[in-house]
Every structure is written in C-alpha cells, then in structure tokens.
C-alpha cells in the first residue's frame, strides 16, 4: 500500500481481556517495528521484525505482549490479560533501510477501562 | 541501550519566535534522524544528519549535528502555528527515540 496502515484505529476494551492490534506495512518493506506511546510521551519500543523473524524482543513489557508477522507483511500485536496500564497509542512503522527513516502508520488508541 | 534525552521537555511561544530544541546522547551518534509528529499521527521524517558538524536546513528548520556526534539542535526561525506537534530526534538504526519537546505555537 501507499502507507503503513493500521486497525483499529481506536479500541476499547474491558480490564482482562485479550485485543489484537494489526499492521500492514509498505509494501517490500523487510523491517517492521511496534512502539507504544503514553499520551504526550515519548515512544517507548516493543519489538523488530526482519522479515518474519524478531531479533529484538527486549522492549516487550511481559510475557502477556506478544507479536508475529507472516509472510514478510502483515503483523499482529497481542495483548493478553489486558490491564489499565497498557492504554496508549500502538504505532507501527516499516522501513527498507533504517537510514531511510521510519515511516509510521496512525495508531492504534487502545483504552483498557 | 543509548539514553536521548530532548529538552525542553513542554515549549510554548508566540506565533512569530524563535526557537530551539535540543537532543543529547550517553554515547556517540552513528547519524540521528529528527521527527514531527502532530496530533492523532505517527511521527514523520523531518532530517536525517549524519557528519559531526553537519548543518541541515528545511524551510525555516535549521538542524545541527555537534562535532562529536553525541548532540544535536533544531532551531526554528519566525515559527508558525502549523509547527505545533511533538519533536523527536531517534539514532537512526537503534529504534529507540528521545523523550521528545513538544511544542505549541499560540497564534
């Protein structure tokens, strides 16, 4: 596509639950990220992708974030047991050589009530 | 991990000042990419600065790169309303952003 989109746009979810946050990058991009950004905050990293696989796990928070991508495109951020703590916006952003910069998509609003 | 640190954290200032910005590592910069972000979007690539010394302008955007490449400064002539958002400047293959300024120009 044009541009890295992103869904849902905003997502409302009660305490405990598990929500799915999905990517879809530029198309032929390899590197794909996840951060995480508290309002009015700075980005906070999750996790890379290269390709299908995650060389660089270590800013996941806990073990209830998890994420995979398939087919070197699409990726789905998992949030399992959801707490009030995990409300931020989710921004994925894809590249095709970091020194290119990173282009982001719009977000995900995630409230966790 | 490399610590960037922005300051000042919060600016705001009439339509018509000028300004800067600054962004500060722990260690050295390979090369340091600076982004606006406004509100509801992803950041956006503004630079990207990659020699020690180095002076990059865009518009009324003036970036500079320190000479030892562990600083850098976005200055902003006459600014605008249209250049309120959240800047953040990122090592440009180390994923990780600074704390970021955000800015609000009152009209």
């Known amino acids: 596509g044009a541009g890295v989109s992103q869904s849902p746009s905003n997502k409302v979810t009660e305490k405990g639950k598990d929500v799915e946050l999905r990517c879809d990058p530029i198309?032929?991009?390899?590197?794909l990220y996840w951060y995480r950004q508290s309002l009015g905050q700075g980005l906070e990293f999750l996790i890379y992708f290269q390709g299908n696989s995650a060389p660089d796990k270590s800013g996941l928070p806990s073990d209830r974030f998890s994420a995979e991508r398939t087919g070197g495109s699409v990726s789905t951020l998992t949030i399992q047991r959801t707490q009030q703590e995990d409300s931020a916006v989710y921004l994925c952003?894809?590249?095709?050589?970091?020194?290119?910069?990173?282009?982001f998509g719009s977000g995900t609003r995630l409230t966790v009530v | 991990t490399q610590l960037l640190e922005q300051s000042p954290q919060f600016l705001s200032i009439q339509e018509g000042e000028n300004l800067t910005v600054y962004c500060n590592s722990s260690?050295?910069?390979?090369?340091l990419q600076w982004y606006r972000q406004e509100p509801g979007e992803g950041p956006v690539l503004l630079v990207t600065?990659?020699?020690?010394?180095e002076v990059k302008k865009l518009k009324r955007l003036t970036f500079q790169f320190g000479d030892a490449r562990k600083d850098s400064s976005l200055h902003i002539t006459a600014a605008q309303p249209g250049d309120t958002g959240l800047y953040l400047c990122a090592e440009k293959s180390e994923f990780y952003f600074g704390t970021g300024t955000s800015l609000t120009v009152i009209p």
């Open positions: 952003a894809s590249s095709l050589d970091p020194a290119y910069g990173y282009t």
């Open positions: 600065v990659v020699t020690g010394g």
């Open positions: 198309s032929g991009h390899t590197a």
């Open positions: 260690s050295v910069f390979s090369s």
